[in-house]
């Protein structure tokens, strides 16, 4: 086995187990996985570093991130608060728990500190680790055949609903759902990074917005 090829399956590995100590260690912040990753990235592919991760250039616009990804967030929004949360609320007979956020309601600054916290780790954070780095090594280890699109988008989007266990069962369960439709768009974007993350950011931006006006 060459070195490229050694570096290419061990170095995701190593990667991904390291994130999960740090989760299991309770010291996990998906800034943290998403710095890890984004190195694990620069040693594997070293100049094509950025556009691994689905950092592409040309769709770096106006157009696609400030005017589609916008709406396209707005829909993502209202079709899981209109739709989605009452449909999984009542399966479950538990309502989602956002009680962490209760102290935002009606209080700007804390708002506004919240939302660059938001993009930071969330649109950033998350859409490099789910997106440009897990979905992107499936694909690179299982090929990308119908079947093993359809598992990558299921499972991530499983593990995606169990890294927001802190919203409850419905919360969970409707993370997961959101993170399936998000990797639904990177597929069908072509692994555009910058959209996701654009369409992520006003996803909970909007929701943010929400909480805000309680």
């Not at 707005?74 to 962490?100: C, E």
């Amino acid at each position: 086995m060459n070195k490229r090829l050694l570096t290419s399956k061990l170095t995701p590995i190593i990667a991904i187990t390291l994130c999960f100590v740090l989760y299991l260690s309770g010291y996990f912040q998906m800034v943290y996985a998403a710095i890890i990753l984004v190195i694990a990235s620069a040693v594997e592919y070293k100049k094509e570093l950025f556009n691994s991760l689905g950092f592409q250039h040309k769709n770096f616009n106006v157009k696609n991130l400030l005017i589609i990804a916008p709406l396209l967030g707005t829909a993502i929004f209202l079709f899981y608060y209109y739709v989605m949360l009452p449909s999984v609320t009542y399966l479950t007979g538990q309502p989602i728990d956002l009680s962490v956020l209760k102290t935002y309601t009606n209080s700007l600054p804390s708002t506004l500190s919240l939302l660059a916290l938001i993009w930071v780790s969330a649109a950033f954070g998350e859409e490099i680790v789910f997106r440009g780095y897990l979905m992107r090594q499936f694909t690179k280890f299982f090929g990308s055949s119908k079947i093993s699109l359809v598992i990558n988008i299921l499972l991530l989007g499983f593990i995606f609903g169990w890294i927001h266990a802190y919203q409850g069962i419905s919360g969970q369960i409707l993370a997961g759902i959101t993170g399936m439709l998000l990797a639904i768009i990177f597929h069908i974007r072509k692994s555009d990074l910058w959209f996701n993350i654009a369409v992520h950011g006003f996803v909970d931006t909007v929701a943010l917005i929400f909480i805000y006006f309680n």
